[in-house]
């Protein structure tokens, strides 16, 4: 399936978990305006590891049953994607199942399976990380015959192929060890390109999703120096969609004395939504600042601080992937913006660029 643009955003239906240990419940599907959108992606279906079959929690088989449908009402022309694992899904299982041809094809076509059944347009694999040569290999291999099992299904059942495609981290090295570009550009329409929280759950206060470091040597972690390494190491650059986060970090500082400060509702991990982020800035009079240099935002007040995108650096680093020639952009997540504020500032900046 021919793709001429990405302008996407996952959608995350599961409620954040404060620190406080409340559930603060995620709006429905419906609420989605589908026309800022290309694709969307519906995070996150799981891998049983006994089984290495894909499955969706009982829990939200309403939500993936009536997703694509919901979505299509407001854009018939926005392709869905069920997205597999996430951050918070056993890597060990995801190394187990790719170790073995016989594990790998019962993912694979439960995961075919499982797609059409809920009338998706495509596969996303989110494996927070392959940590070694042997598990990158058979990440390598997986997508092979995963993109072989794709084409078969589209043969047999004489439907449009399936996208597949993988988020990955923002550098072509994970623990010093490279990814199989080779692989990956052969078998995935593209890949995302998780350039963002860089240093959540640290001590270190720093911007958590850059897009340029200016230091010299480059100290840190930062989207432009990623993506210049991966197309370096051979990903062509309509195979890359950056990415860019609606969620930002938040740090308590030392010495901080404003007890008038409301207390910031994160999530356990020190997250926070960007709607959550306003109402902070709102609630409290903090002081915000944008930084050119880096590209990123933060916010202070009392004993908080915050790091996070707002709408000059979402247009930004809009802006910056289409002057690179990527495909596309995609968002961490939908349901954390503030009434589309930043998905429509995103789109709009992809369409005047």
């Known amino acids: 399936m021919f793709t001429e643009v990405v302008k996407a955003s996952y959608w995350f239906p599961d409620g954040e978990s404060p620190a406080n240990g409340s559930v603060v419940p995620r709006s429905s599907a419906e609420v989605i305006d589908s026309t800022l959108f290309t694709h969307l992606f519906f995070a996150f279906a799981d891998l049983d590891s006994q089984t290495n079959s894909v499955f969706v929690s009982d829990a939200h088989e309403h939500e993936f049953s009536n997703f694509t449908k919901i979505v299509k009402q407001k854009n018939p022309h926005v392709q869905t994607l069920l997205s597999i694992g996430g951050r918070n899904a056993d890597g060990s299982a995801f190394a187990s199942m790719a170790s073995n041809p016989t594990s790998r094809k019962a993912f694979i076509w439960s995961s075919i399976s499982i797609a059409r059944y809920y009338r998706f347009n495509g596969l996303d694999l989110v494996w927070e990380f392959p940590n070694n040569e042997v598990e990158m290999r058979n990440f390598g291999k997986l997508l092979e015959e995963w993109r072989e099992a794709v084409e078969d299904d589209a043969e047999r059942t004489e439907n449009m192929p399936l996208l597949l495609t993988a988020a990955v ?6 623990n010093s060890v490279s990814y199989p570009i080779q692989e990956i550009d052969e078998n995935l329409d593209w890949v995302n390109l ?17 897009l340029f470091d200016p230091s010299n040597p480059p100290k840190g972690p930062c ?4 993506l210049k390494e991966w197309i370096k190491a051979g990903l062509p650059e309509k195979k890359a969609v950056l990415g860019f986060p609606y969620v930002g970090w938040a740090w308590c500082l ?15 991990d020190g997250t926070i939504n960007y709607d959550q982020i306003r109402k902070f800035i709102v609630d409290n009079g903090a002081t915000t600042v944008y930084n050119s240099t880096v ?3 933060y916010c202070y007040a009392g004993t908080t601080w915050i790091g996070y995108d707002d709408y000059e650096s979402i247009v930004t680093k809009v802006s910056y992937a289409k002057q690179r020639g990527l495909l596309g952009y995609f968002s961490w997540h939908v349901g954390a913006d503030d009434n589309f504020i930043l998905s429509r500032a995103a789109s709009k900046a992809w369409d005047q660029c």
């Not at 981290?169 to 994970?174: A, L, R, T």
């Not at 989207?223 to 990623?226: H, L, N, R």
């Open 254 to 268: 030392e010495g901080g004395h404003d007890e008038a400060t409301t207390q910031v509702a994160t999530s356990a």
């Open 223 to 226: 989207g432009d120096s990623g």
């Open 169 to 174: 981290y923002y550098s072509p090295s994970h």
């Open 295 to 297: 590209v990123g935002d």
């Open 194 to 210: 998780i350039a963002y929280d860089f240093y959540g759950s640290t001590t270190i206060i720093s911007p958590p999703a850059a």
